[in-house]
């Protein structure tokens, strides 16, 4: 069983499409989170959710939107692509209030836009 | 804000021998943890070890362990009897005391690439 999973793991697309990339975590987990990978493999918090309430939000532009239905899920929906988006963006989740609480991430959605 | 540095964007190491990474970071808080993860060609993230910032005692993974100076705001990660599977990125990240709420993002560093020489 996939804790963290993320689909799809790879999308090519021309520029100025609107694409979305899912996530879900199956372990009970009440905080999830986006983060980016550029080509320099440079890893970067994008945004943070807990329980379905935006959290953090680190300087991205408005053409990312997460959005978390529920405290399982959360969606990257990105408009009007740009060549600059092409990265690997990973989706994780961890328990807030815990302790020792460990981020575990998903498997990475490759995208390359065109 | 936290930062978190390291200084060797490669190394390579003979299979079955031992290589150190190193690690240091800046950051005011005193409470916070430490984490190593290990990124493969399939670019999957996967937790190699964790140490809470509290605990004097390094932890340790199998052949995973680390040297935590907190004086010094170094973490250093060892693998010992190194393997041809071990070969990767491996990243230092720091996370803020978790009851800093609203922060409980992971600062990554920049990476360190190991090449296992068969």
């Known amino acids: 069983d996939t804790a963290v999973s993320q689909t799809p793991k790879y999308l090519v697309t021309q520029m100025g499409n609107d694409k979305s990339i899912k996530c879900e975590q199956n372990?009970?987990?009440?905080?999830m989170y986006w983060y980016k990978q550029d080509s320099k493999k440079f890893l970067k918090i994008m945004f943070s959710?807990?329980?379905?309430?935006?959290?953090i939000n680190e300087t991205v532009p408005n053409r990312f939107s997460p959005k978390s239905p529920d405290k399982a899920h959360l969606n990257l929906h990105i408009n009007s692509l740009e060549l600059g988006d092409s990265a690997v963006y990973f989706c994780?989740?961890?328990?807030?209030?815990?302790?020792?609480?460990?981020?575990?991430f998903g498997e990475g959605s490759w995208l390359t836009v065109v | 804000a936290q930062t978190v540095t390291q200084s060797q964007p490669e190394m390579s190491v003979q299979e079955a021998e031992t290589v150190t990474l190193s690690c240091t970071y800046d950051?005011?808080?005193?409470?916070?943890?430490l984490f190593w993860y290990k990124q493969p060609p399939s670019r999957q993230m996967i937790l190699v070890i964790r140490?809470?910032?509290?605990?004097?005692q390094n932890a340790t993974e199998n052949r995973f362990s680390v040297n935590f100076q907190k004086a010094a705001k170094s973490f250093s990660l060892k693998i010992s009897d190194s393997q041809l599977g071990d070969a990767a990125m491996y990243f230092c990240?720091?996370?803020?005391?978790?009851?800093?709420?609203?922060?409980?993002?992971?600062?990554f560093g920049t990476g360190t690439r190991l090449t296992i020489i068969p």
């Open positions: 140490q809470e910032a509290y605990k004097q």
């Open positions: 990240a720091y996370r803020s005391d978790p009851s800093n709420f609203g922060n409980e993002k992971l600062t």
């Open positions: 372990l009970g987990h009440d905080t």
């Open positions: 959710y807990n329980n379905k309430e935006l959290i």
């Open positions: 994780a989740s961890s328990l807030q209030v815990m302790w020792g609480n460990t981020i575990y």
């Open positions: 950051t005011s808080e005193s409470d916070y943890y």
